[in-house]
């Protein structure tokens, strides 16, 4: 693991105690609800906790749940981005989580996410230089607030001391992808995003985050721009939720 957690560690649990006396955040199940004891893992209860289907075998190349290893029958796809990988099925309970999150203003979620990606990342072997996330169209921001990938990406830069930067900007407001089939969705994200000017170091390794995972068109997409100004950069995936078909 090359991320470090600098000196800042002893500090964090300083803030942690603390934070935890004003504002105890395991006192209920995420979930459902339920009183818990305030240690259980990422503040769900046992019942709760067993909906949790994690992605361990991954395809790097297209993001596929695999049966064994990090490779599949994708070799004939073309992505832009270098690798990419899920922490989470995204089950009936993963989608209520984000529905929640995302649509229900519980903001207080961003912690459990971020949590879920922090353990994710930690069992890489890579050093990322920046992350970002995939950008919202303005219109979406107006509804929402705020983008709650950015939130997820803030706090889990804070975490690793990386700084998060904003590679692209979405000028086109796609609409919801769910219902199109793969093909329909790379054609309605090609264009729906502009780089912006960004002084990088080359060769850097870049994170993008994003919540759900199901064609990787847009995670591509996203990748393409970056590239298409940055070529010598290494682009890494990352998407909570995996639904990818
Ligand atoms: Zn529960
Ligand atoms: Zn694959």
Not at 99 to 111: A, D, E, I, V
Request: aromatic residues 12%.
């Amino acid at each position: 693991m090359k991320i470090e957690l600098f000196q800042t560690e002893r500090l964090d649990e300083i803030k942690e105690f603390f934070g935890e006396l004003i504002f105890p955040s395991n006192l209920n199940c995420i979930g459902c609800g339920e009183s818990i004891w305030n240690k259980n893992p990422y503040s769900l209860c046992h019942s709760c906790y067993q909906k949790l289907e994690f992605t361990d075998q991954v395809c790097k190349h297209c993001g596929r749940r695999t049966l064994l290893g990090t490779s599949c029958f994708c070799q004939s796809e073309h992505y832009y981005f270098d690798s990419i990988d899920t922490c989470l099925v995204y089950n009936d309970f993963l989608q209520k989580l984000i529905f929640r999150y995302k649509y229900g203003h519980q903001t207080y979620l961003s912690r459990f996410f971020t949590e879920i990606l922090i353990q994710k990342l930690n069992e890489k072997e890579i050093f990322y230089d920046y992350i970002t996330y995939v950008p919202i169209h303005r219109n979406r921001m107006r509804e929402r607030g705020f983008n709650q990938t950015q939130l997820i990406a803030e706090m889990v830069g804070e975490h690793f001391s990386v700084p998060v930067v904003e590679f692209v900007t979405r000028t086109k407001d796609t609409p919801f992808l769910s219902s199109y089939r793969p093909f329909q969705r790379m054609l309605l994200v090609e264009d729906a995003f502009e780089h912006k000017e960004i002084e990088v170091q080359p060769k850097s390794n870049i994170l993008i985050l994003d919540d759900i995972v199901t064609s990787g068109s847009t995670l591509s997409t996203v990748s393409k721009v970056i590239k298409k100004e940055h070529d010598s950069l290494r682009v890494h995936c990352i998407a909570i939720g995996n639904a990818r078909v």
